[in-house]
């Protein structure tokens, strides 16, 4: 099993940039695919972006494309998702997760597992 905690969130203005950082516990982060997903209030998580274990594939929603980045270091266990440009439309709560295949976490059953998550906070 696998213990995710995210950090770097915050507040930041229109514009502007941040880069979330989630650490993995337990079990090696390499042994996972691992992404990040959001969830705004009154609204269902949906998926940010992901990047396969070794660091070659990577998927991200049309929404963030083009702005945010991710990124993995397995010595470090760790995963990032570079943020800029960001807007008041991504306010929300960031969650870093893993899984067996980016395909089985955009998947609907998903059902993680998940970090505590990280508020990122976009002021117009």
């Known amino acids: 099993q696998v213990t995710l905690v995210e950090s770097g969130g915050g507040l930041v203005q229109a514009g502007g940039s941040l880069r979330l950082s989630c650490l993995a516990s337990g079990r090696s982060s390499s042994s996972y695919d691992m992404g990040w997903f959001r969830q705004a209030p009154g609204k269902e998580r949906e998926f940010v972006a992901g990047?396969?274990?070794?660091?070659?594939?990577?998927a991200s929603a049309d929404s963030v494309k083009g702005r945010f980045t991710i990124s993995r270091d397995n010595a470090k266990n760790t995963v990032y998702l570079q943020m800029n440009s960001l807007k008041p439309e991504d306010t929300a709560v960031y969650f870093c997760a893993a899984a067996s295949t980016i395909a089985t976490m955009t998947s609907t059953r998903f059902r993680g597992p998940w970090g505590q998550g990280t508020q990122v906070t976009v002021s117009a």
């Open positions: 990047i396969s274990r070794n660091g070659r594939s990577t």
